[in-house]
């Protein structure tokens, strides 16, 4: 296990990807892998990208990505003698992707969009699927954005489709949160109430040729005009671009830098509430695990699954009992 | 509390209301409730209804409830002596909302909808909107749904807006799901991509007046067409729908009843896998609770949580050392 570790930590990108995948089978090694480079975590800047289907993410974060990497380092903890002070910053990407075991698509769209950026090492593309209940994506999408961390990554995106509860988690984890929006799509004020108004750090309007884009910005300007911010606090901007060329994209990157400049203060209680997050995350699902593997006889769970069932037992009632069985 | 519980069972909508808040505050007496309740249930149908915003599911809901209160009572476990066998099935509708904190849209959705149906008392219309973390959502409308089965509805409708995890999570809760899909988006292929296919059992494809419509339905269609349905398999149909008239919603309906029938021989699987879903989330609940509250001290938690902020501790180091703290 501490080569794949070593190897991650040197970087080496055909080590992260065999680590991301231990991560996504949620096979032991991996919980131990992340608890091998923990320690040396924390460099990293994550950038969450997320809003509906059809948004045009991919291109977007594409093109940020593009950007990005012709810039200077941005590596948060770099010191005078870091050598990539002076260099492009090596940019991880995180393709969250509910793709239907039909298509096999993610897989697909990671050869497609690799091909874009297939010159340049600094570049790594990862698409990561729906699996599992409870948390499951989120928790393997935090653990593989550690992994890329370790390895030097100095910019992660986390790309996620769809605008519910788990993309709210997963969005949160990141340092800046940007949600994409688009015209067309007839009815601005639901696309609006999805939950995601109050996770955004900067809004993108994307599509911006399209009709219909004044009246969206317009609909986000008067959502943020209902809520009084302080002279101190951060207004999300919304940035109007056309991915597909390319239009915009560069003030997005610009808004990403002064709300991390904005944000120093706050950094550190984003940290502690993603860790918390992290935490709470985890000891359910070892607690789960713990019960199911060492406590209950096998076929225990199914019968009493069977007595819910057919109505003769509760659930709160069989929970309770069963978290006392575990308890000292 | 028995009171309560008795006024839900006898049908009163306002009970039935105060109980949902309950469950919605997360108040231990929602629980009770539930528990006081849950040997009552299991003779509603469950109908979810998702898709990506601005779909039109609220318009396509609201017509589906109209047309089923126009027909004769579709009760499962009615008996010769049930005095509800011929007259209209009451409904019961739960909108899962993430409302953004700043508009309130959820109270003034729900006012708007009950107005629809406001001469109809066979109508009940509750909004519930995203709260919490790790299922607590899917946990509110289940709950919110057993009441409901409790209180006498044929039908309960659960409506969400959105294609994650969550939605799936929730929508899988159901008897039967229908994913709502909407042409122009301009990107077919991701809205079919977002996790939604393999969970529906119907598809609506709403707005059909409008150009794509076609595309789209042909779409899906070359998705289906990838999975082999053998010859007792239910083949999700895809029905046009223009909801604002009504058009084809009828054709819903009847989809609705044709894949109930269909699925009288997997019913108990389904019920199966419900109750199993369910006691895992609470089990998860109920020893985070424990945790907290019984064997870590006040700011313990805090403690553990700072170490992992600042990588002085790892997240699966400390979980495992705190699940084993709670261990007999």
Sequence with gaps: MSTLADRILAGDAKAIARGISLIEDEDPAGAELV????????????????????????????????????ERSHRRHDDASSPSRE???????????????FTGGAVLGDR??????AADEGVFIRS?????????????TGDAALLLDAAGKEI???????????????????????????PGTGDEVQALKAGIMEIADIFVVNKADREGAERLVSAVEANLALHLYGPAEWRPPIVKTTATTGQGVRDVVD??????????RTQAA?????SEYRLRELVAH?????????????????AVVDRIAERSLDPYTAARELVRRCLS
């Design 87 to 101: 260099s492009a910053p090596s940019v991880g990407v995180i393709a969250v992707d509910p793709t239907s075991p």
């Design 270 to 274: 984003r940290t502690r509430a993603r």
């Design 112 to 117: 497609l969009r690799m091909q874009a950026h």
């Design 156 to 182: 992660i995106v986390i790309e996620t489709v769809g605008v519910g509860q788990d993309e709210v988690d997963i969005i949160r984890t990141a340092d800046v949160s940007i949600v994409t929006l688009v």
């Design 128 to 140: 990561m699927a729906t699996r599992g209940h409870l948390g499951g994506l989120a928790r393997a």
């Design 286 to 302: 070892q607690f789960m695990d713990h019960l199911e593997h060492r406590v209950l006889a096998p076929g225990e769970l199914t």
């Design 35 to 70: 608890r091998a480079i923990f320690g040396r975590t924390g460099g990293a800047y994550l950038i969450g990208v997320t809003g509906p289907p059809g948004a045009g993410k991919s291109t977007l974060v594409d093109r940020l990505v593009a950007i990005i990497r012709s």
């Design 255 to 264: 808004a990403i830098w002064r709300f991390r400049d904005h944000a120093e």
